[in-house]
């Protein structure tokens, strides 16, 4: 073993020794041909010119691995809610004291002790404060009806309210159905008590409940679906 | 356009359809080419107009008119509204056995809500967008303007036997229907029994007990006589000028010459076409108002009749049949009608009853914008 290692730790002979040179050499090499060959005006140039790539082959990026959504989709099975199927763990009747909990929620909000005071039109000197407050409330247990939509068959809908997304209302019917109606293609009919109610473009509120108790409201808003 | 040339807008479009069949060979390759009229005629559902020329003739006999008027009033009720039109009696009753049309009346095509129902028992609902985003029933959107989507056409089945009292289908349509308190229209109605005995006012009955104030119309006859005329003589090669010649006739312009002096005055004037032949009298008979499918070909079959029993006098005869400017449905109920520009749909057929041989024209309107040429 000892031989072995002496003859690795060896100088190689000189005969190899000479084959070798560095990348500093041969650009050294090449560089000085380039300064003797071409004519003046080029010569400070080379260093330019020698810096040129030339692609021959596609380049391939960088395979970038992209975070994985396990724990997300996890977190979202556990808090699913199950949609359109005939077993159905929420009932209607268990969502109507949710429904009377958000009354009194608009109640507060709106500030009134009955609904039919209400401004009814433009007019009234509380007209702009009250709608401010009506569009920061939120709609958790609402009961909401769909009177004019882009797609026919979602018109006629009614239920409570039980999630509130970006983009769309999910919906608990009396038939114990839960239905989810994007927001941006209906004309919503929220109801308040004694036969009081107002109507809501969707696609104004198409922004997280969270979000839309600090957003300000544009003044010009075109009224069609 | 920075300055829009005003004297350059091209004229409407129209599409005409010709099949010539004049001397009547009947080793035509062209198939079915016998029964054309026959089956042109079948593809009008609602007709405005029938109106008839007949050369040569002194008078038109009292029975060719009698066999077209009788049993052809319709009734024309204010105010329906097309909930009434689901009920399963009067489906039951009417839709299913017989023939039953139905047409709005004083409301614009392109512009307003429209009902129809073809003599199929199709229910057409041709309605704007507002409405039909509020109405709740499946529908297409208008071919005509497939970017913005401002009409829409609903077609129900009324013969459909999912249409009873208690299925989820008939309870969304009703309830729909019903909910949609401005969707009123005046319409006339026509209906052709199946049996001989039952008497086609009995429709009316059924709506006047419904409590919709119905009125009974009547077709309107105009009837005309010209003596002594040229009128063309009815060849293959001429056809167009003979169609205008013809419409020319009917709508009573002027074509005598009252002497030959009245030529010079102008630089051009009209003047029959060639060949040409003089004639003594020459009948219009025309009669508008609302007529279906089945009282239509009856009157073809009376006319094609009438025309072959005195084909020795008549040098040529012809019908012409107009549809409904605003009829939401043309062509065998498969097409939607729009007006954009006109409504025409008509079909005119000049037949020579000699050798059984004919001209037929379809004019249809055609819905392209018109060139504006900068």
């Known amino acids: ?225 | 356009m920075l300055c829009p040339e005003v004297w350059n807008f091209g004229a409407p479009q129209y599409s005409f359809f010709h099949i010539l069949n004049l001397n009547n060979n009947t080793n035509s390759i062209k198939k079915n080419i016998k029964n054309r009229p026959m089956s042109t005629i079948k593809t009008h559902c609602f007709i405005h107009s029938v109106s008839f020329v007949l050369p040569n003739i002194c008078s038109i006999p009292e029975g060719f008119c009698e066999s077209i008027l009788e049993d052809s009033d319709y009734y024309r009720i204010n105010g329906l509204r097309a909930v009434e039109l689901i009920n399963r009696t009067f489906i039951n009753s009417f839709i299913k056995q017989g023939t039953f049309s139905l047409l709005t009346v004083d409301k614009r095509l392109d512009i307003d809500n429209l009902i129809a129902i073809t003599p199929d028992g199709h229910l057409w609902l041709n309605l704007r967008r507002s409405c039909y985003q509020k109405l709740g029933i499946e529908g297409k959107p208008t071919r005509f303007e497939r970017k913005e989507h401002s009409r829409y056409v609903v077609k129900i089945n009324l013969k459909a036997s999912k249409l009873t009292p208690g299925n989820k289908y008939y309870e969304r349509i009703y309830t729909n229907l019903d909910k949609m308190l401005d969707l009123t229209f005046d319409v006339i109605i026509s209906w052709d029994p199946l049996a001989e005995r039952i008497c086609p006012s009995s429709v009316a009955a059924w709506f006047d007990k419904r409590g919709f104030p119905v009125n009974i119309c009547h077709q309107q006859v105009i009837r005309r006589c010209e003596y002594s005329l040229e009128i063309p003589a009815l060849v293959q090669n001429n056809y167009k000028e003979f169609f205008e010649w013809l419409g020319v006739f009917c709508i009573d312009g002027n074509l005598i010459n009252e002497n030959k002096n009245m030529e010079a005055q102008y630089v051009s004037s009209y003047e029959c076409p060639k060949p040409r032949i003089q004639v003594g009298q020459i009948q219009y008979l025309q009669f508008t108002g609302f007529f279906t499918q089945k009282k239509i070909l009856k009157i073809y079959n009376a006319w094609k009749k009438y025309a072959l029993l005195n084909n020795t006098i008549l040098p040529w005869c012809t019908i012409d049949i107009q549809g409904f400017v605003d009829s939401p449905i043309k062509l065998n109920n498969q097409m939607e009608h729009s007006f954009y520009t006109n409504g025409d749909h008509s079909c005119t057929i000049a037949m020579c009853p000699s050798n059984n041989g004919y001209i037929l024209r379809q004019s249809l309107n055609s819905r392209r914008m018109p060139k504006i040429k900068q």
């Open chain 1, 1 to 225: 073993m000892e031989n072995s290692n002496d003859n690795i730790c060896l100088p190689l002979p000189v005969t190899i020794s000479n084959w070798f040179t560095t990348y500093k050499q041969r650009e050294d090499y090449l560089v000085n041909f380039l300064k003797n060959i071409l004519p003046s005006s080029d010569v400070k140039d080379i260093d330019e010119e020698l810096r040129k790539l030339f692609p021959l082959t596609k380049r391939k990026g960088k395979v970038t691995n992209k975070p994985e959504k396990s724990s997300l989709m996890a977190m979202r099975k556990c808090i699913r809610l199950y949609l359109n199927q005939t077993k159905t763990y929420i009932q209607y009747k268990q969502m109507v004291p949710l429904n009377s909990l958000w009354l009194g929620y608009m109640h507060h909000m709106l500030g009134i002790k009955n609904f039919t005071s209400l401004p009814m039109n433009f007019t009234h000197s509380h007209w702009e404060s009250i709608n401010h407050r009506l569009i920061k409330a939120d709609f958790h247990g609402a009961i909401i009806t769909i009177v004019k939509s882009k797609c026919p068959s979602t018109i006629g809908i009614e239920g409570i309210i039980i999630q509130d997304t970006k983009n769309t209302f999910k919906v608990l019917g009396k038939d114990n159905v839960i239905r989810v109606i994007p927001k941006a293609s209906c004309i919503f009919r929220i109801h308040l008590e004694h036969n009081v109610y107002f109507d809501v473009f969707g696609k104004e509120l198409c922004i997280r409940p969270t979000e839309r108790s600090v957003k300000k409201f544009k003044n010009f808003q075109i009224p069609d679906l």
